[in-house]
């Protein structure tokens, strides 16, 4: 996939993942809904393969949650800059890529969190702060759920995948109704997938 990106696509795309990052509550990855519907269905900046393998490699590797964004801007700049196969100028827009799209999801989320930190932790007796943090849960795991479901809906089959869904469910009640470590289920799961069951 070839891109022609003009300077304004550019400054809309920056816009674009700044605005999310305001909306971002929970994480980047409660955002890739309408990250999805912006690059790949509005947009056609990215593939839906390219889109849901960036989330999947950064997911998988270790760091920081928002690195996926890093890689979509990484798939878009390679996009527009005509693939690795140009050379030196199809790797300068991919790194230009990622440098969009992590200072547009960073910066107007870091700035927020840090004011609104310190106002919090000097006003943390305040009924309106208590409320806040408990209204805030409910749409954080809704917005999760969302991601899940995106993520899993145009690849999965249910009448396939089943020891997956099953696996899904126990993990999700084994978190909810005990207090065993998230890595312990994490080898479970890699375990099931080395042997195949999953």
């Known amino acids: 996939m070839i891109l022609n990106l003009t300077a304004a696509d550019w400054l809309n795309l920056f816009t674009h993942f700044a605005t999310l990052s305001l909306l971002a509550v929970g994480g980047a990855i409660t955002t890739a809904p309408d990250m999805q519907r912006y690059l790949v269905a509005e947009q056609h900046w990215l593939t839906d393969a390219q889109f849901t393998s960036s989330i999947a490699l950064a997911q998988a590797a270790p760091g920081p949650n928002v690195l996926f964004v890093a890689l979509m801007g990484w798939n878009v700049g390679l996009n527009a800059g005509g693939g690795l196969q140009t050379g030196w100028m199809g790797l300068a827009y991919a790194l230009f890529g990622v440098f969009v799209t992590m200072f547009g999801i960073m910066l107007p989320s870091t700035t927020l969190t840090f004011m609104a930190a310190r106002w919090g932790h000097h006003n943390r007796e305040l009924r309106i702060v208590r409320a806040f943090k408990q209204g805030m849960a ?40 005990t207090k065993i470590h998230l890595l312990w289920l994490l080898g479970a799961g890699a375990l099931l997938g080395a042997f195949g069951v999953v």
């Open 138 to 177: 409910p749409i954080v795991i809704a917005l999760l759920i969302a991601t899940g479901w995106l993520l899993i809906a145009g690849h999965s089959q249910p009448a396939k995948d089943w020891p997956l869904w099953l696996s899904g469910v126990a993990c999700m009640l084994l978190v909810w109704r």
